[in-house]
């Protein structure tokens, strides 16, 4: 405990992070409050303004600027007319395939992976919202990018059975990617070859 109350809220609220524990959280805080309080103000106008607004995609669950608007990506006629739509667990894999510039689709951003022992099932990963999406038409390929896990195969043995009921030909990203490992910790490269060399699934 600290002198300042004010100060050991900050503390606490800052080990909400991932990887955040009570020493880090303190050394933050004392820097922000030490030479940076002009900066600990933008953070915490930014953070309050995407918590307040950011919301999800009706079309693909990655994030954007407000509730029920389309994302930046969903909005390019040119992705949407590929036919391709790449399916993958987090908001950070889409920014992996995007830095990497090896795919011109879309994508459907599941938030997750099944997972019946925590409580995670088709309808926590909008799996409804997908198959609306693949019964409008238009999708001519769903490339599942998915981690190397026994949850994503099994996630991935599920949507592509959801596919293969529609007609729609599944695909996974070729090796490459570490077992166990996810999207957003492999480089550019490797993910450009993973897409490129996909296999047939479905």
Request: proline share 4%; hydrophobic share 35%.
């Given at each position: ?102 795919f011109h689709g879309t994508y459907f951003v599941l938030h997750g992976h099944l997972s019946p022992i925590d409580g995670v099932g088709p309808e926590e990963l909008g ?32 949507l592509t059975a959801m596919a293969k009921r529609r007609g729609i030909p599944a695909s996974g990203i070729a090796t490459g990617i570490p077992m166990g490992g996810d ?20």
């Amino acid at each position: 405990m600290s002198s300042s109350r004010l100060l050991d809220r900050l503390v606490e609220a800052l080990q909400a992070m991932p990887g955040i524990g009570p020493v880090s959280a303190t050394r933050i805080a004392y820097n922000l409050l030490d030479r940076r309080r002009e900066d600990a103000l933008r953070i915490s106008d930014a953070l309050k303004e995407a918590a307040e607004h950011v919301a999800l995609c009706p079309d693909c669950r990655n994030y954007c600027d407000a509730e029920g608007e389309r994302c930046s990506i969903c909005s390019d006629f040119r992705r949407r007319d590929s036919g391709l739509l790449c399916v993958v667990e987090s908001p950070m894999d889409v920014e992996s395939f995007e830095q990497s510039g090896a795919f011109h689709g879309t994508y459907f951003v599941l938030h997750g992976h099944l997972s019946p022992i925590d409580g995670v099932g088709p309808e926590e990963l909008g799996l409804d919202a997908l198959g609306r999406r693949l019964d409008e038409g238009g999708v001519r390929e769903m490339i599942l990018a998915l981690g190397q896990s026994a949850e994503g195969e099994a996630t991935a043995q599920y949507l592509t059975a959801m596919a293969k009921r529609r007609g729609i030909p599944a695909s996974g990203i070729a090796t490459g990617i570490p077992m166990g490992g996810d999207i957003q910790s492999v480089d550019g490269l490797t993910l450009t070859t993973s897409l490129e060399n996909r296999r047939r699934i479905g």
